[in-house]
C-alpha cells in the first residue's frame, strides 16, 4: 500500500510518499505563508505525482488556513483517486518524533499558538495523551507542561523561562517524512480540524 503523508498546519510544508513503511520520497520547506500556492506543486514533484492508496493528514492544531489547506488537498485527492483519508494530530506527530530519540520517555511538547500563545499537550511513556491541547500564555504554558523533556518549536523557550522548571528542550517541527513514527492509534477516519483555540474572526453579533 502507497501513503501520501501532508503536513502544512504549521510553519513548514511537508509532503512524502511511503511504500508501506518505507519513505520513498519527501519534502519539506520552512514557510511562514505560501501553503497554499506550494502545496500541491510539492506533491506533484513526488514519484508518480504523489498517488497513493492511502492518505494522511495533519488535523492541527496550527495555523487555521494551513490546516484548512492540507485538509482541503487530502479530501480532493482521495476523492479523485478513491483513497481512504484519514488524520491524526499535530503534536502527537511531534512526540512521536521526539520520542524516537528518547524511547520510553514522557514528553510536553510546545508550539507556537499564534498571538503569543503557545499550544502544550502532555504524552506518556507510550507516546498517547494525557490531556487535551491547550492554548496558553507562555508562564501558563510552562505550569501545564508536566515533564522534564519538552519538544516542539517552543520548546527552547520554555526552558529558559524565569522560575520555571528544569527542562530538557528540543526543537522539534512536525514533518510528512517521519509520520511513520506515529502510532496507528492516533490515526482517525473524523477529518474535523484541530484548531486548538478559538479563531480569530466572529461573525457579526456573535457573543465573545
Not at 19 to 29: I, N, S
Not at 87 to 98: D, K, N, R, S
Not at 118 to 140: C, H, I, R, T, Y
Request: hydrophobic fraction near 45%; charged fraction near 20%; aromatic fraction near 4%.
Amino acid at each position: 500500500m502507497k501513503t501520501l503523508a501532508i503536513d502544512c498546519a504549521t510553519e513548514a510544508c511537508s509532503v512524502a510518499l511511503f511504500d508501506g513503511d518505507v519513505l520513498v520520497e519527501g519534502h519539506c520547506e520552512p514557510m511562514r505563508r505560501g501553503h497554499a500556492e506550494r502545496l500541491v506543486p510539492m506533491i506533484a514533484e513526488l514519484p508518480e505525482r504523489g498517488r497513493a492508496d492511502r492518505l494522511l493528514v495533519s488535523l492541527g492544531p496550527g495555523s487555521f488556513t494551513g490546516v484548512r489547506i492540507g485538509l482541503a488537498a487530502a479530501r480532493a485527492l482521495g476523492l479523485a483517486w478513491s483513497a481512504e483519508v484519514l488524520g491524526y494530530p499535530t503534536l502527537a506527530l511531534v512526540a512521536a518524533i521526539a520520542r524516537s530519540e528518547r524511547p520510553g520517555e514522557p514528553v510536553s511538547v510546545v508550539m507556537e499558538g499564534g498571538h503569543g500563545q503557545w499550544f502544550v499537550q502532555n504524552f506518556d511513556a507510550a507516546g498517547m495523551a494525557e490531556d487535551a491541547v491547550q492554548s496558553l500564555e507562555p508562564k501558563a504554558a510552562e505550569v501545564a507542561a508536566r515533564h522534564r523533556f519538552a519538544a516542539g518549536t517552543r520548546a527552547l523557550a520554555m526552558a529558559v523561562i524565569p522560575g520555571g522548571k528544569l527542562r530538557d528542550g528540543v526543537p522539534v517541527a512536525p514533518d510528512a517524512r517521519q509520520v511513520m513514527l506515529l502510532d496507528a492509534a492516533h490515526h482517525t477516519g473524523d477529518l474535523a480540524p484541530l484548531y486548538g483555540r478559538a479563531p480569530d474572526a466572529r461573525l457579526p453579533g456573535a457573543r465573545p
